[in-house]
């Protein structure tokens, strides 16, 4: 699939991506986010959760490998996974997000090459830098059936 790419001029954009993204997520959505440190994963997943009206904050999920971030208001609860530290796709397995993923939109972050088995619909996003300043550029591409035509507007 074709991604659909947006240039993301600053953080604030990038929020605001997250809060225009978060329209279209629903229960079940798998999110596997990639892009180096500081590209801007965690800053997209804030305004994710601002969108979905989850409780905050939503920082960088360091010392633990996932949150549970609970809807306010009746709308999905947001799990934010960082797999930074995890060697493999088994220390995923061990934290059994499949349990929440049905409940839940789940956002995994270095999840490429990890968490693409936990779901054959899911929304891939790649944040690359740009040469000079703030911007950023993110890819988004639909895989499966639940994406045909979901990223169009
Ligand atoms: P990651 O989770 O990918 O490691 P973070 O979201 O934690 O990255 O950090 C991104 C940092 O870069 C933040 O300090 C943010 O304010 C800053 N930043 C500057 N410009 C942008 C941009 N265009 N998009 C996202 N973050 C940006
Ligand atoms: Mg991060």
């Known amino acids: 699939d074709l991604p659909v790419i947006r240039d993301v001029p600053t953080a604030d954009d990038m929020l605001d991506l997250g809060r225009r993204l978060s329209r279209i997520l629903r229960k079940g959505d798998l999110i596997v986010a990639t892009g180096d440190l500081g590209a801007g994963k965690t800053t997209l997943t804030q305004g994710i959760g601002e969108g979905l009206g989850v409780a905050g904050p ?26 930074y530290r995890l060697g493999d796709a088994s220390e995923l397995a061990d934290i059994d997000l499949d349990e929440t993923l049905a409940q839940s939109v789940t956002i995994v972050e270095w ?11 899911r929304l891939e996003i790649d944040i690359v830098r740009g040469q000079a300043g ?6 988004l591409t639909g895989i499966g ?9």
Do not use: K
């Open 111 to 121: 999840g490429s090459g990890l968490a693409e088995w936990l779901a054959d619909d």
């Open 58 to 83: 939503v920082t960088s999920p360091t010392f633990v490998l996932s949150r549970v971030h609970a809807s306010l208001g009746g709308g999905p609860d947001l799990v934010h996974v960082d797999a």
């Open 134 to 139: 703030d911007t950023r550029t993110v890819y």
């Open 145 to 153: 059936p639940r994406w045909a035509g979901a990223l169009d507007n």
